[in-house]
């Protein structure tokens, strides 16, 4: 059977005593975390306490009680909910048989999995790097049994025995690689910013539906899959809206609560794609029922990436799923859709269109008939209204909407009547 080649995991939380709702959700969402990851939970073992235990995370006596759960299921992997430092890791280490493993490495091997790019590949190897160089004294003798499986895959896992000097040299030279896909980027962007495309940029909660909308809304053939951070590297595609103009649109990898800060730096050249932004569709998962917390975990997100004050629209997705105590948020504009139903996706199209217009500004020209390219880019480059031929003068009559910085914009005034 399939399912019997999954490695199984308990997972352990320790719960602070003000957050109990929180605790569960992000108790939750490590299991969904690790299914993502191929594994197989068996038991989840957690203990409320003031502070998190500083040398074992969870309390002795807790402690005592893994160890028993441990002979008795025999997992493979024992996932803590948190980022243990490297002594609580070494002193965990010496209790237990499975091997033990944080969020963090957890996550940061889910997109050891998800990264296609190079960019993606470097950028999930740095953050590994990052993590492991710390955690790296005197731990030949358990790095030495890491083997393979969840959270040894990826760029990162070679080499985990080499000396701190090998991965510094590494660490270094991956950041100059990634230096130079940023200037390149840098590149292309002002190559946009002159030619001046709008731009539309999705975020939102991992598994919001983010790739889903991408693909039928663009031209496009983003991964696609019902699983946390299945998209990881940024993607851009023209998307046409009803009036005929092209705008650009670009799906980014999913946000997460207690998204390790390692993967948030070495994220952020990927989301200064997003900052770039005209406009910003926030896709949110109506049929979840924390939806509201993953809400607020993204606008989090945006705030730390200097991005609040941006055009918004906060799309809710999974209408034909809704859950029973969805309220959408009356404070900001919205709209309710289902990324798999046709009528849905062209409401949203109009939305967009309108909030574009919002961004531009009304012209109204009379084109001789012999300017025959400048009309063509008009459409192309343009919001139109009205195209009328008026035969006695030989010129068109043209009403539209356009980006003043756009370069387009000179030739416009020269037409003005």
Partial sequence: MKNDSREKVILVGCQLEEDDLRFQYS??????LTETAQGKVVATLFQKRDRIHPSTYIGKGKVE???LLEEQLEPDIIIFNDELSPSQIRNLSKDLDARVIDRTQLILDIFAQRARSREGKLQVELAQLQYLL????GQGASLSRLGGGIGTRGPGETKLESDRRHIRRRIDDIKGQLQTIVEHRERYRERRKRNKTFQVALVGYTNAGKSTLFNRISIADSFEENQLFATLDPMTRKMVIPSGYTTLLTDTVGFIQDLPTSLVAAFRSTLEEVKEADLLLHIVDSSNPDYKQHEETVQSLLKDLDMIGMPQLTVYNKSDLIHHEFVPDSDSERIIISALNDNDRNRLLQKIEEI???????YHVLIPAHEGKLLSQLKQETILTKLEFIEEAQQYELTGYNLEDHPIAGSIKKFQP
Avoid: H, N
């Fill in 27 to 32: 108790l939750g969402e490590l299991k969904e």
């Fill in 65 to 67: 009680e893994l160890v």
């Fill in 134 to 137: 710390p955690r790296l004294i």
């Fill in 356 to 362: 574009v217009k919002r961004q531009m500004s009304i």
